[in-house]
């Protein structure tokens, strides 16, 4: 009995150049390095400019690397093909969401092989009109055999084998992490795709009328220029993963500021979340989880006046009053295990050996 994940994951190298998501290839690196599935695929989009060939763990790649608008298209049928008659052998087939790249391969496993396919969800736009792409995989994601979402808040809800876990962990992240106590000098960390879904004008708005306090910013996106003048934000762009690493190390507070009113931040649960907890790390979010029920964080609202608040009363009491909010180690480990992973990834499929 064996399974296979279909996901995009890159080796480091590419992860910048190309815009990557390192939350989204860190994910899926823990569930592969873990040993949760026998096999692993990754069909890349068509939009990556990538060489012929890719060696990286024991991972198949299936890359579009025509240039030509009709050889992308002719492509990209027969890596899809290809993709879905190679992995139709396997018992148990699992999904990394489900993206244009891989859209035929489900369809053709589904409907043409019929073959139980499974996914894991960790984000989904909903759609806005019926003829949308968005629209298509939606109804094709009710038609799964089973699913595992990352948030609770789902639009899914309907799929009968469901189930919630917000993220993944591997136990040295949980090691050798402390929040040192401190009064004054409390640094802030934005991280992620800079745009409105994500909070990053909320962000920018706020800590612009909060100069004691520090803000440093990393990830995809620009950095507007009427912001430039406050000497107080940081705009670190988008960095190599082990410099993110060593900023993430130095912040005190990592912030969530996600509006709460926007369907693209019901069907996700931003696994960011989980490495800022497991670092020991302090956590502001606009957003109460209940993927995260249980784990010690700050909330505020959804808006510039309770943020200004939060973010000063933060600086003024420092990190020795808000201790609790750091220490989520038990929590996490008993949650988000691998070992938790490979158990809901067998109740959900009944395969009972995972090797």
């Not at 296979?4 to 690196?29: E, R, W």
């Not at 050889?71 to 093909?81: P, W």
Request: one cysteine or more; hydrophobic letters at 40%; glycine letters at 4%.
């Amino acid at each position: 009995m064996t399974r296979t994940f279909i996901c995009n994951i890159l080796p480091p190298d590419y992860i910048v150049n190309l815009k990557a998501s390192q939350a989204a290839i860190n994910f899926c690196n823990r569930l592969v390095d873990g040993g949760c599935f026998d096999d692993v695929r990754t069909i890349t989009p068509i939009s990556y400019k990538l060489p012929p060939k890719i060696i990286y763990k024991n991972i198949t790649y299936y890359i579009n690397n025509k240039n030509n608008p009709l050889s992308k298209i002719l492509r990209y049928i027969f890596l899809n093909s290809k993709l879905a008659y190679d992995i139709s052998k396997f018992d148990s087939i699992w999904f990394y969401n489900l993206t244009a790249s891989s859209l035929l391969a489900y369809i053709l496993l589904k409907f043409l092989f019929s073959k139980k396919i499974y996914v894991i969800m960790a984000d989904y736009t909903p759609y806005s009109k019926r003829n949308c792409l968005q629209y298509i995989i939606g109804k094709l994601l009710t038609q799964c055999d089973g699913m595992i979402s990352l948030s609770a808040r789902s639009c899914f809800n309907e799929i009968k084998n469901l189930k919630i876990k917000a993220g993944i962990i591997d136990e040295k992240m949980l090691c050798n992490h402390t929040t040192k106590p401190t009064h004054g000098n409390i640094t802030f960390l934005f991280s992620g795709t800079l745009t409105p879904v994500t909070g990053y004008d909320m962000a920018l708005k706020v800590f612009s009328q909060v100069p004691e306090a520090e803000l440093y910013i990393s990830g995809n996106g620009t950095f507007p220029d009427e912001y430039r003048k406050y000497s107080n934000i940081h705009f670190m762009g988008n960095m190599e993963y082990q410099d993110y690493l060593n900023l993430l190390e130095s912040v005190t507070v990592c912030l969530n500021l996600r509006n709460p009113y926007l369907p693209e931040n019901n069907n996700n649960f931003p696994s960011k979340i989980l490495d800022y907890l497991s670092r020991q790390k302090i956590v502001l979010s606009t957003i109460s989880y209940p993927e995260i029920e249980g784990a010690n964080y700050i909330l505020s609202d959804f808006n510039e006046i309770e943020l200004i608040k939060k973010i000063k009363e933060i600086v003024m009491l420092g990190t020795e009053h808000l201790a609790i909010s750091s220490n989520n180690t038990l929590f996490l480990r008993k949650q988000f295990s691998v070992t938790s992973w490979k158990e809901m990834i067998q109740s959900i499929d009944g395969i009972q050996k995972i090797s």
